[in-house]
């Protein structure tokens, strides 16, 4: 094996260890401080506006999120949290510029009746195309 194909080989297999090593983690070092969050799907008293205060955490593991259809009323306000359960996972809600890392938690008040497209925000691994999920406004 000559120079050239020995130096394509070892960066063919670090780029693999560095893609693969995105899930290998139980932890993740970038995220802010942990919010306090009720279990998934559960609601407080109506907030100003008429919604309820709804509090969804989502739980991610290696390649899915324990919730793909999450539906809440147009007024309510929405605390989205998010919980790895392993590996290292991001949750993306474009259309509503939401990016959360482990543990953190975004809050917004649901006042346009549709479907926002979710995903994991963060390179995870084989499965990472199939972590996605709706969030339904209705």
Known sequence: MNKKSFFFMALVALAAVLALSACGSKTNN???????????????????????????????KNFEFDQTDIKVKVGDTVKLTLKNENGNHGLAVPDL?????????????????????????????SGHDNMTGTITVE
């Open 30 to 60: 970038n995220a802010s401080s942990p919010s306090a969050s009720a279990p998934a799907g559960t609601a407080s008293a109506p907030a100003a506006g008429g919604g309820e205060t709804k509090e969804i955490t989502v739980g991610a």
């Open 97 to 125: 510029n939401i990016n959360l890392k482990n543990g953190e938690t975004a809050t917004f008040t649901a006042d346009k009746p549709g479907t926002y497209a979710f995903n994991c925000s963060i390179q995870c691994g």
